[in-house]
């Protein structure tokens, strides 16, 4: 299986899915920081996948997303975008009523 496909797959099977620098309990950046931390606020479970441990896909998602950098929230499959848009968007309210709205097992 192709990196790419390996990305389009875990999109596809994680309704919340967050690209980050380490893991949500250690992160390795304080982007990757913050925006798990946000998205631990909203209250439901999301995947997370180690860019870090993950070299194949950390040079190949940017060109699937068409985004430069890290963290990458997806909900239902969609890029939501990195740290800033994420703070934007919990601040704002928009963050709690995307993650509300997804079905998580």
């Known amino acids: 299986m192709s990196t790419e496909q390996t990305i389009n797959d875990q999109i596809a099977a994680n309704p919340i899915l967050i690209y980050m620098k ?3 309990d250690a992160p390795q950046c304080g982007f990757s920081s913050q925006a798990s931390q946000l998205l631990m606020a909203c209250g439901k479970k999301f995947a997370f996948v180690d ?8 040079a190949t998602l940017p060109s699937v997303s068409n985004w430069p950098t890290f963290p990458q929230l997806f909900v239902n499959g969609e890029l939501v975008g990195g740290c800033d848009i994420i703070v934007e968007m919990y601040e704002n309210g928009e ?11």
Do not use: K, T
Request: proline content about 9%; charged content about 25%; overall charge negative.
């Open 22 to 24: 380490g893991n949500p």
């Open 51 to 58: 860019i870090l441990a993950n070299p194949e896909i950390r």
């Open 95 to 105: 963050l709690q009523s995307l993650i509300d709205s997804v079905e998580v097992e």
